[in-house]
């Protein structure tokens, strides 16, 4: 078992930043790479960023590549997503993601367990 906790939503101005972490407890030996994904209301949930756990190699949305960027701290088993340049359409429940493979880290149903997800607001 994997355990996620998010942290680091909340309401920011367009064009402002954020930085959300993900923390990461228990069999993270077994992670291939963590993932963030979003859900705003009346949509599916969807890809945003992913890492491999290992390192190396990273993944983004085309909505979000060259605005966020995703690192992580292996000693702290700690996911970041670096949010710049916010906009209103950014606004979603943005959650935490560990598992994936070699092939499928930007689809939701390669990721073995979620956190409870951060609201990231921003206004206009």
């Known amino acids: 078992q994997v355990q996620l906790v998010e942290s680091g939503g909340g309401l920011v101005q367009a064009g402002n930043s954020l930085r959300l972490s993900c923390a990461a407890s228990?069999?993270?030996?077994?992670?291939?790479?963590m993932g963030w994904f979003r859900q705003a209301p009346g949509k599916e949930r969807e890809f945003v960023a992913a890492?491999?756990?290992?390192?190396?190699?990273?993944w983004y949305a085309d909505s979000v590549k060259g605005r966020f960027t995703i690192s992580r701290d292996n000693a702290k088993n700690t996911v970041y997503l670096q949010t710049n340049i916010l906009k209103p359409e950014d606004t979603a429940v943005y959650f935490c993601?560990?598992?994936?493979?070699?092939?499928?880290?930007?689809?939701?149903?390669?990721?073995?367990?979620w956190g409870q997800g951060t609201q990231v607001t921003v206004s206009s």
């Open positions: 228990g069999r993270t030996f077994s992670i291939y790479a």
């Open positions: 993601a560990a598992g994936g493979r070699l092939g499928g880290v930007r689809q939701d149903g390669e990721y073995d367990y």
């Open positions: 890492i491999r756990w290992s390192g190396g190699m990273a």
